[in-house]
């Protein structure tokens, strides 16, 4: 089998697509994020903090917080089997039993780091509707709409291929780059960075 073309993305380059959707970010207002991670070492964790260096707090203008959740769509974990595999999303971490809590009346910004198929962030965006709206429930009902969380997502780099899951319509949506269908290599996957910064000069050198 032939191996699958690479785009090698070094920290300078997420630092700069993360900077300057920034600018187009702070027009929503986010007041927390949530990282989206999962058992390999690829995630939304880093992206929610260089982002946390751009934007502040809308109304305090303190660092905003970062709360993590796990999901994992491909990888093998304990109890799994084959057919789940690519094929569901299995929560590993949430937010705790009171995660509409948390969430309730908040401008959340959910944050990964590449859409590929698009499912994990559709899991990600109902699950954490669906718990504020078990919270809204207890509110009186002239209160609820005031109290609903909004939320929005980004991505450092969207695939420009077919998706599997869909984001709803009233959620903004921000991508750093779109990218072909390739596989993308992430600086903090590497365990040699030189290595993997001296294949990211050649690869822009060629291009």
């Known amino acids: 089998m032939a191996e699958p073309e690479h785009l090698r993305a070094t920290y300078n380059d997420v630092h700069k697509l993360i900077q300057k959707s920034a600018k187009e970010i702070a027009a929503f207002k986010p007041d927390i994020f949530i990282a989206i991670g999962t058992p390999l070492p690829c995630s939304g964790f880093f992206p ?17 917080p970062i709360y993590a959740i796990g999901l994992s769509l491909y990888e093998t974990l304990p109890g799994t089997t084959a057919e789940q595999i690519g094929n569901e999303v299995i929560r590993t971490q949430w937010l705790g039993p009171e995660s509409g809590k948390v969430l309730l009346g908040r401008r959340a910004l959910i944050v990964d780091e590449v859409d590929d198929s698009r499912k994990t962030l ?3 965006v109902l699950e954490l509707q669906k718990d504020v709206e078990k919270e809204l429930l207890a509110l009186p009902e002239s209160e609820r709409e005031a109290a609903r969380t909004k ?6 780099h969207n ?24 596989w993308l290599d992430y600086p903090w996957e590497m365990a040699d960075i030189d290595e993997h910064d001296r294949l990211a000069a050649e690869q822009k050198a060629k291009a």
């Open 48 to 64: 929610a903090r260089v982002m946390r260096t751009f934007l502040k707090h809308p109304d305090t203008k303190k660092n905003i």
């Open 159 to 182: 695939k420009l291929k077919p998706k599997l899951g869909a984001i709803p319509s009233d959620v903004p949506y921000y991508a750093g780059d779109e990218v072909p269908d390739v």
């Open 151 to 156: 939320f929005a997502v980004f991505v450092v």
């Open 122 to 124: 559709q899991y990600a």
